[in-house]
């Protein structure tokens, strides 16, 4: 006979009930702190400062119990939301200095992500990481002096023997696209050591091969606009940054609010971090040429645009280009999140948005999307903002136009699709008349050459009759062929041959 009493069975089940609905409760305020820490920074009725000091609180009560979440989640903010940097390094400022032991956590388990990153060819990701961890210097979590240290540990890649060019220029490249966000607080308390590391990345710079230059260029000419190799173009905007002593004014910086509070925390310093050796099976991103179409000029009301070599330029085409990554798929969302960028009123935002999408379009040796991708963007992006974008686009279809006759000839086939598929979608108008001067030149030109491509492009997407119909009478020469049916026995000797067939039968 069973030895249990009547009632275990009940004990049982209000055991088993009880540890469902704990578990129940667990889930229930993970997933309400994973939406505090994810929604922070969003449009609120309070400020940005009071969220944060808020959601420090919150987080900071809660850390016994969801330490292990919190960390995973702010790690995963910080390389996955690379745009909200500066609110995630405040928050964690903030938490560092309510509990050192927790900062000291968040700086071993972010160097390990990095170290990771590394390993597994996750190059946004390290720098992303690289980025974050210089940020933490501003908000008094890491000292200056083993930022720096390890700044310096990443330019001495650019030393190896015997190692892909591309893997000095990434390692290189991560350092100087991390100096916008930390670059003033080294210049005020590491002055030379920051001057040392720059005269490191200037000697590589100047014995460094550039071969890929000419085939990477959309134009084989440099009017108006240098067409500059990557690395090249964001030293020239570093150092122009130095110049101004190191102040931008694009990034957003929440923490100076807290530097009363911030500043009495204790400092954490990074533990010695080895770039990993190269291993034949790492591939490395590719060099490009920065694209360039409009300038001040061209934007004339409004906010000023900045100049090619303004910081400012840099961090606002990242920040688009990264917006299009993580929304490229969704052509609705992409152009509701690229209108909606959140510096706006500081740039003329439309003129900035073409000259993206085109760059990327134009990416040698291939764009990293579909071309069809960046075309049905644009669609959406004219049918969103109807009272600006159809100007910008048809004032730098104008540009690419003019320039047509030095364009590559792989971007031009890309201009002539897209520029076909861009008109098939707005019933084909277009204000020939002011293109008719190149019916004047050979009709081998690229100017006239590019016209009677597209018009073979529209055929397929529409009917000879129509694509004759928009077109003025003097463009006649460069219509495509009237496609007529081959049916052969309609032909003068179809007859012979039916009896010369019935003879040999």
């Given at each position: ?8 069975d ?13 578990v129940?409760e667990n889930q ?9 820490i994810?929604r922070?920074?969003?449009k609120?009725t309070?400020?940005?400062?009071s ?12 850390l ?5 979440k ?6 995963e903010?910080?390389?996955k939301?690379?745009?909200k ?13 309510k ?6 956590e968040?700086?071993e388990h972010m ?15 390290a ?33 190896e023997e ?45 014995k460094?091969?550039?071969k ?7 134009w ?6 240098p ?11 570093v ?12 990034i ?15 400092q954490h310093n ?9 291993d034949?099976?790492y591939?490395?991103?590719?060099p ?12 004339p009301?409004g906010p ?16 688009l ?15 509701s ?19 993206i ?9 291939t ?12 669609i ?9 974008m ?5 004032q ?7 320039r047509?006759?030095t364009?590559n ?6 201009f ?36 009677k491509?597209?018009l ?8 000879f009759?129509r ?36 003879c040999?039968?």
């Open positions: 006979m069973s030895r249990r009493r009547p009632h275990d009940d004990d049982g089940y209000e055991r088993a009930h009880r540890k469902r609905r704990r129940s229930e305020i993970e997933d309400r702190l994973e939406s505090l994810l922070v920074g969003e609120s309070a400020s940005l400062e969220n944060l000091e808020g959601l420090a609180s919150v987080l900071e009560a809660d016994a119990s969801f330490k292990a919190i960390l995973r989640i702010l790690t903010c910080a390389i939301m690379p745009e940097c500066t609110i995630y390094t405040t928050l964690v400022g903030l938490l560092n200095a509990n050192y032991n927790f900062g000291g968040f700086v160097v390990k992500n990095f170290k990771d990153s590394l390993k597994t060819c996750r190059w946004d990701a720098r992303y990481s690289l980025r974050f961890l210089a940020d933490l210097v501003n908000c008094h979590v890491i000292a200056a002096t083993s930022l720096i240290t390890l700044l310096d540990l990443m330019v001495d890649v650019a030393k015997g190692v892909p060019n591309v893997r000095k220029d990434w390692y290189v490249y991560s350092v100087l696209s991390a100096l916008p966000w930390v670059g003033r607080e080294l210049y005020e308390k590491k002055e030379s050591q920051l001057e040392m590391l720059l005269v490191k990345i200037e000697v590589f710079l100047n460094r091969s550039k890929h230059h000419t085939a990477l260029r959309v084989s000419q440099d009017t108006p606009h067409q500059e190799e990557y690395l090249d173009c964001l030293w020239a905007q150092r122009k940054l130095r110049q101004d002593n190191w102040v931008e004014k694009h957003p910086r929440p923490y100076l609010a807290f530097d009363s509070i911030l500043c009495e925390a204790l990074l533990p010695t971090i080895l770039p990993p050796p190269h034949p099976s591939e490395y991103p590719m490009w040429v920065v694209f360039r179409m409009f300038d001040y000029t061209d934007c009301e000023i645009l900045p100049g090619a070599h303004s910081i400012e330029r840099f961090l606002i085409e990242e920040h280009h990264q917006i299009l990554e993580v929304n490229h798929l969704e052509r609705k969302d992409c152009a999140a690229l209108l909606n960028f959140p510096y706006k009123a500081k740039i003329p935002l439309d003129y900035s948005i073409v000259e999408i085109f760059a990327e379009l134009f990416h040698m040796p764009p990293r999307y579909l071309e069809i991708c960046y075309g049905s963007i644009l959406e992006l004219c049918k969103l903002q109807p009272s600006t159809p100007q910008v686009l048809a730098a279809t104008e540009i690419l136009f003019m047509i006759d364009m000839v792989t971007c031009f086939d890309r002539v699709a897209w520029f076909s598929y861009h008109l098939s979608n707005f019933q084909f108008r277009w204000s020939w008349d002011d293109w008719d001067f190149c019916l004047q030149l050979d009709l081998e030109h690229p100017r006239p050459k590019f016209v491509e597209v073979q492009k529209a055929l397929r997407l529409s009917y009759q694509i004759k119909e928009i077109m003025p009478e003097i463009y006649e020469p460069l219509l495509p062929t009237k496609p007529e049916p081959n049916y052969k026995y309609t032909h003068d000797n179809a007859g012979k041959d039916i009896i010369i067939c019935g040999l039968k």
